[in-house]
């Protein structure tokens, strides 16, 4: 973490009852009936302790203002009826129990700095006193009665009304419609009102009493129709009287509704929009970013100072202008560095998670909801101080706290339980295991799985799962490199079983996604099936015999590798224990015979610390390739099949890749054993697709391995024996180039000799015998030199003078590129000569030698040579 900056649990206080051992849920789910009563939580029922945790909202304070107004009668202000609204546990409550305590209790609300500026405006001095309060909460009443003293029997909400209005006598006007439970008219209503303002009235889940209330027969209707009449002309009342109040709450749609059905819950809905839709004005009580400050109040006790606020997004803000291609432009504006700042400790992202998405759900109270989660989250921070703790993101919703699991499994379903312990707590941790580094420090496994199942909590089916930008602004803070949530990712993608990617969106499901299935497959792949199929895959990738080499994938017998002669590689299998041994014995013997070409000899052995891994991809591709060509495949749905094929192309293409370079060690014969030929990497080896292909790179890169031979270079292997003035047959001379440990490699040692042979002959460096006919300096046909007696013939050339050794010697060579394998074996016996060597490389067109002029400058220049480069002219040509 950067200098300065310190975790949230460093620079915030919480709420000591956040700290609690038992976070009962009903710390932030208010029952008006409860509060009443004095029953409810302290938080609640206490008014003091409610308005010190109470975040006053721009629309919570309109709504207060106009009711202070129209209760202290002042003139044009306030509306007479309320319509409260907003999504699952949008703070509706939580407004009523304000207006409860402003009126019941108006000393503690004058004592609060947030009403003063309201008085202010109303332009009076004190909150009015004795006020009528009536509580009609839904949720607590019965519909078939109720005894609150001796001699009261209450039936319905009329007969509620007038009793909680003006006790025994406010009862006895209501009487006798509430033993008929037929709703009193409007006269009778508005008569009564009249006579007990200045009155508030709070109706709280009235949807919930109508529900009770259709079972409810009363003569050819039902107390829920009765109920209707009622309400409808309640609102007509209470908008006749001068100092009353009605305030209702209604949910923001049917998904609300507690019906057996969703056509009932929508029929129910519109009856009671329809009821209750006179004179009301709707207010939302929480609008989104107010959210921030009623978290703020609510669970926090302080949060700092400024300027450690400051500091910490900051850090965060200069980290997305870092990697500003990772992430969306948003959270690198002004406007989203105000935005931390106000959401503080908490990640807008978040919040914007649970109150966009989440509060959508049915299941999910939103504002209540929130606080909930939020403290249990806040909770598990607070005990396990973790370093990555800056703000408050989606990833610390930490699954393996079991209440907040529980919170998610409420949401998503009992089914979901397994999905969360299996792919999430097991699963997604082994692959961060597996990744090391940063990725098990960070805990990036576990942290991106829990984004995309909290991105698939959603009412929208357009916005379920999370994009890789979401899951990154999710998830990643300074100090962590972007770039391993992609790699992360792609590894949760094969190893997770109810993981699923469509259109770019990562979403968990309940069923079993393509891994579990193939998982299956993989446990049923016995031994000597993944050994026949790495045989299969060894000889694909070693590459087929239509280049250089005659490609032998061997056996475990060495002397078992054929005798051609012609370059052969031979790639070694990996179970072969003590390689060089091995390869010895190959050169040795063919067969039960003495191997005859093994210059032709090149063996390929494994680096060993890569076959768990091949083995591994191995068994996979095996299962996707079992499933895609079984009748299986056919019911797969679309996504899981384009997921097969793509899963399967990329598992070839990483079993190639791991094979190409675990064989990664060359050799080749030498007189007395073999030698380890260095396997460079270059450009050009990136772009072959085989073993063979990249063997024959190295080995031009080494100088061994030729397309062609000089007539020189015949004539300085044949020397010991043209000096004797004897003739060597066309066969010696080929088994001297195939037999010879230490030679260059021709590639068709054939063809080869006979081209070197038809030039040696035609410039007069040797003769050839055919037959009985000696040609020299002439043309030969490549047909004649096929067949029996045919042999090379020495010319008589004067003797070296001899040299006496202390006398000044020059070298000089001339050959062709094509030829430079006895320059490079020179090289090697110059070592240790003490003398100075000239290269000059003549290339008469001067396009080859132009192309690598800059490589070859820089070469020799690092090694501290004198180069000089001469461009002639056609003159000097």
Known sequence: MSEGIQQIWRVCELHSDVLAHDLAPSSFAISLHHVEQG????????????????????????????????????????????????????????????????????????????????????????IPRNIRVAILDGRGLDVRERRPERGIVIR?????????????????????????????????????????????????????????????????????????????????????????????????????????????????????????GRLELIEVPVAQDEIFGVLRKRLFSDIGNERKREKAVDALQGYYNKYAHFFPKR?????????????????????????????????????????????????????????SALLVQPHHLDFSDPQIRGEIVKLLGSCFEPVIVGDILRRAA????????????????????????LYGISADAWAVGATEEEISTALLRPDVNPAMVSEVLGRLREELWYLRCRDKRYYFTARPNLNKIILDYESTCEEKRLEQEFDIWLRRVAGRNEGTF????????????????????????????????????AVQYAGKAIRKHKNMLIFLAALRDTFEAIRSVLKRWWA????????????????????????????????????????????????????????????????VKTLSQIVELALKQEGILSEALSPEFLVASLQSILEQRREVSLQQVEMLLTSVPGKPIVKDPRRALTRAIQEGVRKGI????????????????????????IAVVPLSTPPLPSLRPTQPLTLRVRTVTRMLYPLLQAADKLRGVEASVVLEVQDQAGGELAKIREELDKLFRDYNCTVEWREETSENC
């Open 430 to 453: 082994e692959v961060e295991q597996k990744l090391g580094g940063d990725y098990d420090l960070e805990a990036l496994g576990k942290g991106a799985a829990t984004c995309a199942l």
């Open 331 to 387: 959270l690198c504006s002004l406007e989203y560095k105000k935005r931390m700042l106000l959401a503080y400790p908490f990640h807008p992202v978040l919040i914007d998670l649970l109150y966009e998405r989440w509060g959508l759900q049915p299941q999910f109270q939103r504002t209540r909801g929130i606080l909930r989660l939020l403290a249990l989250v806040l909770r598990h921070l607070w005990r396990h101080r973790p370093n």
């Open 550 to 585: 005659q490609v032998v994938v061997a056996t475990l017998e060495p002397t078992a590798v054929p005798d051609y002669p012609r370059p052969t590689l031979v790639v070694l299998r990996p179970e072969v224990e003590n390689d060089r041994e091995w390869m010895k014995k």
């Open 624 to 687: 996707l390739q079992y499933v895609s060509n079984s009748c299986l495949f056919k019911d797969l749905s679309n996504e899981d099949k384009e997921q097969l094929k793509e899963q399967l192309k990329d598992k070839e293409a990483e079993l190639e890749t791991l094979l190409l370079k675990t064989y990664a060690r060359l050799y080749r014969p030498t007189c007395d054993g073999v030698e380890e030929v260095l396997l460079r990497q270059t450009s050009e080896t990136f772009k």
């Open 156 to 276: 319905t909400l009329w007969g509620e009304l007038g009793y909680r209005l003006g006790q025994k006598e406010g009862y006895a006007l209501m009487a006798d419609a509430d033993r008929e439970r037929l709703a009193p008219g409007s006269e009778v209503l508005t008569e009564f009102l009249r006579h007990y303002q200045p009155f508030v009235i709070l109706m709280d889940e009235v949807l919930e009493y109508l529900v009770k209330a259709r079972s409810v027969k009363v003569g050819d209707s039902s107390l829920m129709e009765q109920t209707g009449t009622f309400l409808a002309a309640l609102t007509a009342a209470v908008s006749t009287c001068s100092r009353g109040v009605l305030i209702a709450s209604l949910p923001a749609s049917s998904l609300e509704v507690p019906a057996e059905s969703s056509e009932a819950a929508r029929r129910l809905f519109q009856y009671a929009k329809k009821v209750l």
């Open 766 to 789: 040797f003769g050839i015998r055919i037959g009985d006919k000696v040609c020299i300096d002439e043309e030969i046909p490549a047909g004649k030199l096929r067949g029996p007696n």
């Open 39 to 126: 029953t409810a939580d302290r938080d609640y029922a206490d008014p003091e302790r409610f308005f010190q945790k109470t975040f006053i909202t721009a629309s919570l304070g309109r709504l207060l203002e106009g009711v202070l107004a129209r209760l202290a009668g002042v003139e044009r202000q306030g509306a007479p009826i309320l319509q409260l609204e907003t999504h699952f546990g949008g703070g509706k409550t939580h407004a009523m129990t304000a207006i409860f305590h402003l009126v019941r209790h108006p000393e503690v609300a004058e004592g609060e700095k947030a009403f003063q500026p309201i008085l202010a405006n109303l332009n009076i001095r004190a």
